[in-house]
């Protein structure tokens, strides 16, 4: 009985080290493959698991001697009263691992703004992140969003009401700041990886309450819709909507790319500083490639875009798609931003941002 009871608890053992070890693995082909650990890197920790999850797999995967670039960086909510515990709990944490610590009480009840908590919080937790990684040289800010965060991502939007590139949900690395990207290395994983992970080496990690309420829409997408969804027909709901997400976003990308090579062959630099865009010669395409067009100028030539919408750049489009509405002589049109169209006798149109 006691060689049985050992056999059976070495092969527990072995199992749990092969799913540590399968999860650590996942985190580091996820990594950039070059020139990861030159520079400071950042991890957000908030205490919940993902986050637990990911942390320990990165002071795992550092080099030996190179430990104090790893930095733990923890954003402190004032929207519930559990907040200065989950701090205590990563600062201790990241104590036991040996590295350095940061932190940030972010209050989100008194920030002004018109996005709403969710979006408030979100903004202001990403300009401590983006502040703190310069502040100490990082060049990469590292998250623990899942698989599972990435199809409430794009459930929810859908449900807002979202275009193509909105459908293709986060990115696996954006920009954050400039010289700092965003990465998400669990963006492939699903939650209970991580959970899985944590559990093998009996790491404990918080639980927020604040995620059981359904009045927060992300909540209500976790544990309303999707696992109705998953335990009536549609099982494979969230893998269904991170494929169609990674699907919108390669399609996303085609069009943006196409968009930049148009740019660069019909428009050019006027002398006044403005851009002329050679209109005719763009008239017999689609309405909405000649709108992202527009799009890309704007983008390019890092106008402010918060004024324009779609609407904006649909108008622009149009008068291009229809020569005949381009006026014969000259005439302008303010835009928001500051950016000035005017038409030309010759059916092209200059934009200036005059402000």
Do not use: K
Request: glycine residues 10%; aromatic residues 4%.
């Amino acid at each position: 009985m006691d060689t049985v009871s050992q056999t059976g608890s070495g092969h527990a053992a072995a199992d749990r080290a092969a799913a540590a070890a399968t999860f650590v693995a996942a985190v580091a082909t996820a990594l950039p493959a070059t020139s990861f650990w030159t520079m400071p890197v950042l991890v957000a920790v908030s205490g919940g698991a993902d986050s637990v999850g990911l942390l320990i797999a990165l002071r795992r995967l550092v080099p030996a001697g190179l430990e104090r670039r790893l930095i733990v960086a923890h954003a402190e909510h004032d929207l519930r009263g559990a907040a200065p515990a989950d701090r205590e709990f990563v600062a201790a944490l990241a104590a036991h691992l040996g590295l350095r610590y940061v932190w940030r009480r972010v209050a989100v009840r008194d920030d002004g703004g018109d996005e709403g908590l969710e979006g408030r919080a979100r903004r202001l937790r990403y300009d401590f992140l983006g502040e703190t990684a310069l502040a100490h040289g990082a060049r990469h800010v590292v998250v623990g969003h899942t698989a599972d965060d990435q199809a409430e991502t794009i459930l929810q939007r859908m449900l807002r009401g979202t275009g193509l590139a909105g459908l293709g949900g986060m990115a696996a690395a954006r920009e954050l700041v400039p010289g700092v990207s965003l990465l998400r290395p669990l963006l492939g994983l699903r939650r209970e990886a991580a959970r899985g992970f944590l559990e093998s080496i009996d790491q404990p990690w918080c639980e927020d309450a604040s995620n059981a309420d359904v009045r927060h829409a992300r909540n209500f997408i976790r544990h309303e819709v999707l696992p109705r969804c998953v335990a009536g027909p549609f099982p494979a709901a969230a893998e269904s909507l991170v494929r169609l997400g990674h699907q919108a976003s390669l399609l996303a990308a085609a069009i943006r790319s196409a968009a930049d090579h148009l740019l660069e062959a019909h428009a050019s630099r006027h002398a006044d500083g403005g851009i002329v865009l050679r209109a005719p010669e763009l008239s017999g395409l689609d309405r909405h490639l000649l709108a992202e067009v527009f799009v890309a100028l704007w983008r390019r030539e890092g106008w402010p875009q918060q004024g324009m919408t779609a609407r904006h750049y649909a108008a622009l489009a149009a008068v291009v798609g229809d020569p005949g509405r381009i006026p014969t002589r000259a005439a302008a049109t303010d835009l928001p931003g500051g950016v000035r169209v005017t038409a030309l006798p010759d059916g092209w149109l200059r934009l200036r941002r005059m402000s």
